[in-house]
């Protein structure tokens, strides 16, 4: 069974930064494709930023610029550093995760909240 723990979500002002992290088990993890996804107050989940298992990167355009999505393989670790933040990014993130051949899996989330 894959599990995944998010971690480094909290409270911070318009501008900060934050680094989610999320360690996941129970697979392959350099074979797998992670992702961020995020869901504002009385909104849908989006995907935020997403890393395959080759590195190769894509970023919702609200994002871009400001969020860098990583992985180190060692520490089966994926990261969110995000950057300049808005108002308009507080949500609850979520860790995804896509093996091959495989179902999703989801971690619980973690709340990142920014003040104005």
């Known amino acids: 069974q894959v599990q995944l723990v998010e971690s480094g979500g909290g409270l911070v002002q318009a501008g900060g930064s934050l680094r989610l992290s999320c360690v996941a088990s129970?697979?392959?993890?350099?074979?797998?494709?992670m992702a961020w996804y995020r869901q504002a107050p009385g909104k849908e989940r989006e995907l935020v930023a997403e890393?395959?298992?080759?590195?190769?990167?894509r970023y919702s355009s609200s994002v871009k610029g400001r969020y860098t999505i990583s992985r180190d393989n060692a520490k089966n670790t994926a990261y969110l550093q995000m950057n300049s933040l808005e108002p308009e990014d507080t949500a609850v993130y979520y860790c995804?995760?896509?093996?091959?051949?495989?179902?999703?899996?989801w971690g619980q989330g973690t709340q990142v909240t920014v003040s104005s």
């Open positions: 890393i395959s298992g080759g590195e190769r990167t």
């Open positions: 129970g697979t392959v993890f350099s074979i797998v494709d």
């Open positions: 995804y995760a896509h093996p091959p051949g495989s179902r999703v899996y």
